[in-house]
């Protein structure tokens, strides 16, 4: 994958393999061989898309990194940021050019920036397209700040449902964690959604949950009577385990 980004090739579909190599490398710490991936993700030739699989893995299971490679990937992360877009093709859809949104994403676990960075990688996103967008909210789900409940209340009315979709997954977690008025009201808002898309996402955070509250369970109940069919599978399983002994 280096060598053709470096000749101006980029392929796509088929599997992501720098992905498959970093969740390999995570759960099989003692045989892992970083030092391919790292040189894709650091490689300034190859396109965001071929990195932003493998930048989810990396922060989905940043816990389980030895302390020297969250330093180098701490590093790479932030010079992804200021890397600019490759293989930009209108043939690829919503795939991502460029990798800010996953890098910051991981920068944030990783706890890497400072507040200024933070912010600057953030205006980026917010004033980027429906990708980045999207990005940012997952940005603003991992930093947990107070100071972003606004900006969450902007993009719950986003244009883009995966960006509406987004920002209710990041409600259900924040639900999850701790009772809050502000929340439980925008994700009440955002379960009024015309599509079906928000609703799968926030039901699936919420089902997905072991312990529950009242008030997740209350808001299960409600999406049982949802219409789209794969919420109501995914609703009806989660209160039937409930009630299982």
């Known amino acids: ?39 894709l993700l650091r490689n300034p030739a190859v396109a965001g898309y071929q990195k932003e699989g493998a930048l989810e893995v ?38 991502s050019a460029d990798a800010l949104g996953p890098a910051t994403e991981l920068a944030a676990a990783l706890r890497v920036q400072n507040e200024a960075d933070i912010e600057r ?8 397209d429906a990708r980045h967008r999207e990005w940012a909210v997952r940005v603003i789900g991992r930093l947990e700040r107070p100071q972003d409940q606004g900006a969450l209340a902007v993009l ?14 990041v409600l259900a977690n924040q639900m999850l964690r701790e009772s809050d008025v502000f929340n439980e009201n925008l994700l009440q808002r955002l379960l009024a959604d015309p599509g079906t898309r928000v609703h799968h996402r926030i039901a699936g955070v919420l089902a997905g949950c072991v312990d529950r509250s009242e008030e997740v369970t209350a808001l299960l109940r409600e ?12 609703v009806t399983r989660a209160l039937d385990d409930l009630a299982s002994p």
């Not at 719950?156 to 509406?164: K, L, N, S, Y």
């Open 1 to 39: 994958m280096v060598t053709d980004a470096r000749a101006g090739s980029f392929g796509h579909g088929g599997h992501d393999a720098a992905r498959a190599l970093a969740l390999l490398n995570c759960w099989h710490l003692t045989a892992a061989n970083w030092e391919p991936l790292l040189e």
């Open 58 to 95: 990396l922060t989905s299971l940043e816990r389980q990194l030895p302390d020297g490679l969250r330093q180098e990937l701490a590093a790479i992360a932030v010079e992804i940021q200021g890397q600019p877009p490759v293989a930009d093709s209108p043939f690829l859809g919503r795939v």
């Open 121 to 128: 990688c953030l205006l980026t996103l917010l004033a980027g």
């Open 156 to 169: 719950a009315q986003d244009p883009e449902p995966e960006v509406r979709a987004a920002v209710g997954a």
């Open 223 to 234: 999406l049982r009577g949802n219409r789209s069919a794969l919420v109501r599978l995914a």
